[in-house]
């Protein structure tokens, strides 16, 4: 019995030796740890609190377009950007509030949404406020502008639409042989699309590739044969 409270004792004491040495390390890997957790659970309410909130202001928003309350529009829609800029409602928010603006005739408010969503918004939503910021930069003949917009790699599913974009704006420079390499290009992705499947789930998405590769054609038809 004395052997055994012998080796007892000098196992705790070697655990006291080792705690000693480490216990201030491992107190603090586990409170590390436990604010990590809990860092995370209030991360995650955090998020879904924010998504809550700006659902509710969206709905506020889509009244006030289908209104045509452009106070109440800037409004709900400033409230979106500058409270809940990183939910997904933001950018839809910006992309809608610019088409209902500039129906409105205020197209340097709409200017400053679509640039928002370039900046801040992602995949599709930013090439989609590229395209359009695009137009509104051809109207106001700000070419070198709306061609800078242009550069880069779009998502999937927009290389025609920027190659189109970019046609168009080449026209409008006179710059008639870029252009033609512009709306090839975008020919060549539509039909390249058609290829790998894409754009054939339904028999709406063959017939708007069918009027779009039209439409193509006729720009590309009217720039004459290349000399």
Request: net charge negative.
């Amino acid at each position: 019995m004395a052997t055994y409270d012998l080796e007892e004792q000098e196992q705790i004491a070697e655990i006291k030796a080792w705690w000693k040495q480490y216990g201030n390390l491992l107190s603090g890997l586990i409170t590390a740890a436990a604010i990590a957790v809990a860092a995370w659970q209030g991360w995650n309410w955090y998020q879904h609190n924010q998504s809550a909130q700006a659902s509710l202001v969206y709905a506020v928003l889509q009244k006030a377009i289908a209104d045509q309350d452009s106070q109440r529009i800037k409004a709900a829609s400033g409230e979106l950007v500058d409270k809940y800029g990183g939910t997904t409602y933001a950018p839809l928010a910006a992309l809608q509030t610019a088409k209902a603006l500039f129906d409105g005739g205020d197209a340097k408010t709409a200017k400053l949404q679509l640039a928002w969503v370039v900046e801040h918004g992602k995949d599709e939503l930013r090439d989609l406020a590229r395209l359009r910021l695009v137009a509104l930069l051809l109207d106001e003949k700000a070419y070198d502008e709306a061609l800078k917009l242009l550069d880069g790699t779009p998502s999937p599913g927009f290389a025609a639409r920027f190659a189109d974009s970019r046609g168009d704006v080449l026209v409008a420079q006179g710059k008639t042989a870029e252009a033609r390499v512009a709306y090839q290009a975008a020919l060549a992705s539509l039909e390249g699309a058609g290829e790998n499947g894409k754009g054939k789930s339904s028999l709406q998405d063959g017939q708007a590739n069918a009027g779009y590769r039209a439409s193509l054609q006729l720009k590309l038809d009217a720039l004459g044969e290349a000399i």
